[in-house]
């Protein structure tokens, strides 16, 4: 079972600065099948980046996500007052389970 | 356009069996793996299991092996999660979720979430 782990657990932040979260597995994880979500409260949540690299339809270019192997990066190259909220990553490859990271809180600072 | 609606909020009392429904338009509901799941008030999110609409096979984490069931309702292309032996620590938000058809493909279209509250 591959575990992922996510840091910083929380990231204070001003609007128009650059966030970079980082996620590493407890094992190689094939890019295909990493990918990123957002979750505000009360809402469901949203798929960002899937594998690895590529934005889901809708997303903004200020999303990128970036990495191979066991680390793995989603960078928000300017904050805008809507990206604050919680983002996990996930592998979702062949075998199950498909285990989500802890998460990273990105709060206002 | 691609819905998921889930039914309404739960309470149970420990020990309790609970059902959420989810119901699926705007695609072809057999082409699609569907998944629940969960986040425990507080805590991140947590797979719960996912089912093959078209075959009905499940495949279920191990956490929630020997309490949880997946069904699915083709005619009316609604999804169903039981959860049988209810603790309190099973109060959580429970989702679902569209993947594709197997395993490997991401979660790209969510249900709004269903509460559901375990308390004595």
């Known amino acids: 079972e591959i575990v992922l782990t996510q840091s910083p657990g929380t990231l204070s932040l001003s609007p128009g600065e650059r966030a970079t979260l980082s996620c590493r597995a407890s094992?190689?994880?094939?890019?295909?099948?990493l990918g990123w979500y957002q979750h505000k409260p009360g809402q469901a949540p949203r798929l960002l980046i899937y594998g690895a690299s590529s934005r889901a339809a809708g997303i903004p270019d200020r999303f990128s996500g970036g990495g191979s192997g066991t680390d793995f990066t989603l960078t928000i190259s300017r904050l805008e007052p809507e990206d604050f909220a919680v983002y996990y990553c996930q592998q979702y490859g062949d075998s199950p389970p498909y285990n989500f990271g802890q998460g990273t809180k990105l709060e206002i600072k | 356009q691609v819905q998921l609606v889930q039914s309404g909020a739960e309470v149970k009392k420990p020990g309790a069996s609970v059902k959420v429904s989810c119901k699926a338009s705007g695609f072809r509901f057999t082409s699609y793996f569907m998944h629940w799941v969960r986040q425990v008030p507080g805590q991140g999110l947590e797979w719960v299991g996912m089912i093959n609409p078209s075959a009905g096979t499940v495949t279920y984490a191990q956490t929630f092996q020997g309490r949880v069931t997946m069904t699915r309702d083709t005619s009316t292309s609604t999804l169903y999660v039981q959860l049988s032996g209810l603790r309190s620590d099973d109060t959580a938000l429970y989702f679902c979720?569209?993947?594709?058809?197997?395993?490997?493909?991401?979660?790209?279209?969510w249900g709004q979430g269903t509460l559901v509250t375990v308390s004595s």
């Open positions: 979720a569209r993947g594709g058809w197997g395993g490997a493909y991401p979660f790209d279209y």
């Open positions: 094992q190689s994880v094939d890019s295909r099948y």
